[in-house]
């Protein structure tokens, strides 16, 4: 059953969203991140629905948002520098370092893809250990899970394993797929849909999920300032979209469901 809230609460919740939709100072926060849509993608009409909420959330407090993409490593240590406001996609486990809204900004699940065809009576893929025996694409230095990041670890001196950094890595790993060079690679289950969907790839792939949810989120830099009024201001702003329906609509554009019930 929904909780109803009271006038007194309706009043706190009201005051609240005053309060955080004040800007400390107005700022330019420069968000950075390598291409990972639906989350955030090329910078332009359709940035990714993690920009779209951040956009709404800081623009109207005064907050000029600059996004732009970047390597991913790169990225972690400029934010951790303060060099940059934000890691647009980083995680707790990832970077336990920044500063976080304290709502869930997504869910994010690694996902296997591999080549039709490829597994056959004789081979399936079971666990992680089945992929000794391809061809295994990922993305350096990027988190996916402590399961599936300890097999990558163990595994790095072998020839089969591949990775791949830079901006588009994803698309990267998707292009050596189909060109044989690959026979399987791990990406977010989102990323993944919203790519072969976009390309018209689906069904040259099989798919296993590789481990449990894990959330997504903005990581702000704990040397900036205004951070954690930032964070507050995104929470906020998450809830009037969600309520109002307008989360909905940002996230259809993108192939995207609401990760909270």
Not at 161 to 174: C, F, H, I, R
Not at 205 to 233: C, E, M, Q, R
Request: charged residues 20%; hydrophobic residues 40%.
């Amino acid at each position: 059953m929904r909780r109803m809230i009271g006038r007194i609460g309706m009043v706190a919740m009201l005051a609240f969203s005053a309060v955080a939709s004040l800007p400390s100072m107005a700022a330019e926060v420069k968000l950075r991140a390598d291409s990972w849509c639906p989350y955030n993608c090329e910078p332009g009409n359709r940035p990714g629905y993690l920009i779209e909420i951040v956009r709404a959330a800081l623009e109207p407090a005064g907050h000029k948002v600059d996004y732009a993409l970047m390597p991913w490593t790169e990225v972690l240590d400029a934010v951790a520098a303060g060099a940059v406001t934000g890691a647009v996609g980083a995680t707790r486990d990832e970077a336990p370092g920044l500063v976080y809204p304290a709502a869930s900004l997504g869910m994010s699940r690694p996902t296997l893809v591999i080549r039709k065809g490829k597994e056959t009576k004789d081979f399936k893929v079971t666990n992680l250990d089945s992929l000794k025996g391809v061809r295994f694409g990922s993305i350096q230095d990027y988190f996916y899970s402590t399961e599936v990041n300890a097999f990558i670890d163990a595994n790095k001196g072998s020839p089969n394993l591949v990775q791949v950094s830079g901006d588009n890595v994803t698309e990267d790993l998707v292009n050596m797929l189909i060109d044989g060079k690959l026979d399987a690679i791990v990406e977010d289950s989102n990323v993944v849909d919203y790519l072969l969907e976009s390309k018209g790839y689906r069904n040259l792939f099989n798919y296993h999920a590789l481990g449990d949810h894990s959330t997504v989120s903005i990581g702000f830099s704990p040397k900036d300032p205004n951070s954690t009024a930032y964070v507050k201001l995104i929470d906020a702003k998450l809830a009037e979209l969600r309520k109002s329906g307008q989360l909905a609509g940002i996230l259809a554009k993108y192939g995207v469901k609401d990760w909270q019930p």
